[in-house]
């Protein structure tokens, strides 16, 4: 089998610009190598790696400075204020900072950044500061959808865009926020369906290790894979749901409850990579062979990659954290005036059996 990547095929004319514009900054950025799991170098070029825009949301509108409130700045002379939202042992987080600092650099933009550490609280102090210090942009990684009006309130007062990317603010478009950039998170889940419905044949009990509560990646994933669960395979049946809260070692906990309370099941389906390793390393641990049980993950990591290779991981759907050259470049066609969507869905691919040997390179 090859490495699949699908899309929407409905493109609005305002999409096709800005899909333009990403392929374009993709195509001339440099060639990187990176360390496998095996401590193998392994080239990609960004080409390969970089977030390439798929459509806008169905029924998304657009968003322009002057709608928005904001004033024309040249991006160049700008602040822009970054706020990351988990700590980055997360191999999706370290990759989503490197890359907003990598287009910062390149852009020659000054860049302010916080890191809330997982903590709701601080990352509302962390967004208050960035605004005290002279931020003129916000791109933030939200932690949660909820609880933004103290931020929202702030950056208004000083007609501060901002833009959010992977998770979503419970807010309105072009009035709070100016756009969204992210995966399509139900799509996602509707694809690890596909994968585990193949490594399973569609019958037997399944569980779910749920990521975070309170954002909409969580909702999202979940409702996409029992819903294509429901449509193709009614005789596979979602037995165990409980959050590993995208954490490798709770994903491990949950795993090790699961196969003593569950230990007729057949498959699990890790919301993120880093929960689905959590897994693997439980039913090592019982000592259990790769393959006993089918996994599924979400994110698109080196190790989880690897795990196909060595036969413990059955798929891996990508969400790809490369937000930074999206992020700018949305920031820059905002800043001079042009229209930019307030839904921006991206590209994923996905992992399997058949590619993740050859496809490593790509992950990160």
Known sequence: MQRTTRHPHHLTRPLLVALAAAVALAATACTKSEDDASGKRQSSTAADTEQKVVTSKAGSKGCTIDAYGGKKVDLKDATVGFSQSEKEANPFRIAETQSIKDEAKKRGVKLLTA????????????VQDLLAKGADLLVIAP??????????????????????????????????????????FVEQGRRAADQMIRATGG??????????????????????????????????KVVFEQTGDFA?????????????????????????????????????????????????????TRNAVQGIVDGWVSGVIESNPRFGP?????????????????DIVIQDSAYNAGDARQDIGKAY
């Open 115 to 126: 890191n809330a550490q997982s903590q709701f609280s601080k990352q509302i102090s962390d």
């Open 143 to 184: 932690l949660n959808s909820d609880g933004w009006d103290p931020v929202l309130q702030a950056a208004a007062a000083r007609k501060v865009p901002i833009i959010t990317i992977d998770r979503k603010i419970n807010a309105e478009a072009c009035k709070d926020y100016v756009s969204f950039i992210a995966s399509d």
């Open 203 to 236: 019958k037997g009990q399944v569980a779910i290790l749920l990521g975070s509560a309170g954002n909409n990646v969580t909702t999202e994933r979940t409702k996409g894979f029992k819903e294509r669960i429901a449509e193709k395979a009614p005789d596979l």
């Open 248 to 300: 490798r070692e709770k994903g491990q906990q949950v795993t090790e409850q699961l196969i003593q309370s569950k230990p007729g099941i057949k498959g699990i389906y890790a919301e993120n990579d880093e929960m689905g390793l959590g897994a693997v390393a439980a039913l090592k641990g019982a000592g259990k062979k790769a393959g006993d049980i089918s996994i599924v993950t979400v994110d698109g």
């Open 326 to 342: 999206l992020a700018f470049q949305t920031l820059d066609t905002f800043t001079r005036g042009e229209e930019v969507p307030q």
